[in-house]
Structure formats: structure tokens, C-alpha cells
């Protein structure tokens, strides 16, 4: 699998050429639990506090979330890109939210900026959600 490929498409075509030869999981399921596992694996080297054990594992989640992707029939280049349009739009609607209330983000809360956040999310909900 070509090295210059952005890490993303990479890791899909990795999974892919792997799966061809069998090594793979027999369905998502599979690919899920290993999603989780690498969810554990970077819990435990965050506890640790060593960057390059959480970059490591962080590297795994995305990996297994590539492979996840696949084992749905999804490209997972498209549904980032898709997620991003949609934290953009959303978080476009919290800061208009904002500014009609003078635009001071200081004095929003975590709390009142989640409330902003999930009515922005009522707002779009696709047929998707």
C-alpha cells in the first residue's frame, strides 16, 4: 500500500489488503470490540501520562476505527469529512448564539455552551440521525 497516501485512506487499503487474505473479523461486531479494546489500551496510557504511549494508542483507536469503517461498508474519509461539515454548521449556530448575547464566550459556561451545542443538534437532525 503506497506510503504517500494520507493516513487515513492508508489504513482503510490496510485493512483492506488484509481482509483479502483473511485476516479480518468475520463481521463489524468484531471490529467494534477491537475499537473498544484500543479505546481501553489508550485509557491505561493516558493514566500513565507518557505522550508517546498516548500517541501510540491513540494511533491504534483511529486505526481500528478505519477498520470498523470498512467491516460498515463505509469510507471513513467521507464520514469524517461529512462530520466535520456538521460540527461546523453546528458550532457556526453556538457562536451566533453567543453573539446575540454579546458575543462573550467568557461568561458561557461548559453547561450553557452543551445547551447552545444540543439545540443547534435539534435544529439539523438528518434522517441519518
Known sequence: VTQGLPALLRAQKLGKRAARVGFDWPDAA???????????????????????????????????????????????????RRANGKFEQRFRQVEESVSAVGGDWSACDLEGLDALWERAKARDISPAE
Open 30 to 80: 468484531g471490529a467494534r470490540e477491537n475499537v473498544a479494546e484500543e479505546l481501553g489500551e489508550l485509557a491505561q496510557a493516558e493514566a500513565g501520562a507518557v505522550s508517546a504511549a498516548v500517541e501510540e494508542e491513540l494511533g491504534d483507536v483511529l486505526f481500528a476505527m478505519a477498520n470498523l469503517a470498512r467491516t460498515l461498508g463505509v469510507t471513513p474519509e467521507e464520514a469524517l
